[in-house]
């Protein structure tokens, strides 16, 4: 089993959207939690950085932590073109260490 | 805020030859960077982490003497693909860690080796 999971998609949503994405993990000693967005041939971008359970909102985008049920996601409101790109997931015990990724989730925002 | 600059941005070499990524903390310090490696339509796999003044510590099935990497100052990590085979064209990609910031990713490097 992977430590976090996340279905790759891809997933295709009209413009305007409210985009749901979600992850997964299996180690309940992850703390920090991080959401990048990927464009094409680009490195990660880091968009929210999470400590623990709860809510954390930021312009357009909501991340949410549940550790009770292990459970990531991203809440995109009023999704724009601009907004397709890979977007992963990823967890760690504790800064300085060891990270893990998700596979990604490829969304495309159609005009 | 936390800049991570990463060159080349993309390469091409010949089968048998060697490149070399640099990875810069263009604002701030980092005793440890990382280097992560990715495929098409998978996710980053981490390869090694950098840490300054001391020997790299990889992971397990990469190669040390492939991959060297050098941590040789606080804002500078490099990763040396030696003798490069086209099963190493990939995008590279390098992190590091600032307080208060998360990690922060380089552009990455495409390497394509022929």
């Known amino acids: 089993q992977k430590e976090v999971e996340q279905d790759p998609g891809p997933l295709s949503v009209p413009e305007g959207a409210i985009v749901s994405l979600n992850c997964t993990y299996s180690?309940?000693?992850?703390?920090?939690f991080m959401w990048y967005r990927q464009y094409s041939r680009k490195g990660p971008e880091l968009l929210m950085y999470?400590?623990?359970?709860g809510n954390k909102e930021d312009g357009r985008f909501t991340a949410q932590v549940d550790k009770s049920s292990k459970y990531i996601s991203l809440f995109i409101r009023d999704s724009q073109p601009s907004d397709s790109a890979t977007y992963l997931c990823?967890?760690?015990?504790?800064?300085?260490?060891?990270?893990?990724f998700g596979t990604g989730t490829s969304l495309t925002v159609i005009p | 805020g936390a800049v991570v600059s990463q060159h080349p941005s993309w390469v091409i070499c010949k089968s048998g030859t060697s490149v070399k990524i640099e990875c810069r903390s263009l604002?701030?310090?980092?005793?440890?960077m990382f280097w992560y490696r990715q495929f098409p339509k998978q996710s980053l796999m981490l390869m090694a982490t950098?840490?300054?003044?001391?020997?790299?510590?990889?992971e397990q099935g990469v190669e040390k003497d492939k991959f060297l990497i050098n941590h040789a100052s606080l804002t500078l990590s490099t990763l040396t693909v030696t003798s490069a085979h086209p099963e190493d064209s990939s995008f590279y990609i390098c992190?590091?860690?600032?307080?208060?910031?998360?990690?922060?990713f380089g552009s990455g490097t495409r390497l394509t080796v022929v």
């Open positions: 180690n309940s000693a992850f703390q920090y």
């Open positions: 604002d701030f310090q980092a005793t440890t």
């Open positions: 992190s590091a860690l600032r307080g208060g910031y998360g990690y922060t």
């Open positions: 990823a967890a760690l015990w504790n800064t300085g260490n060891q990270f893990y």
């Open positions: 950098s840490n300054e003044g001391s020997k790299a510590t990889y």
């Open positions: 999470t400590y623990s359970s």
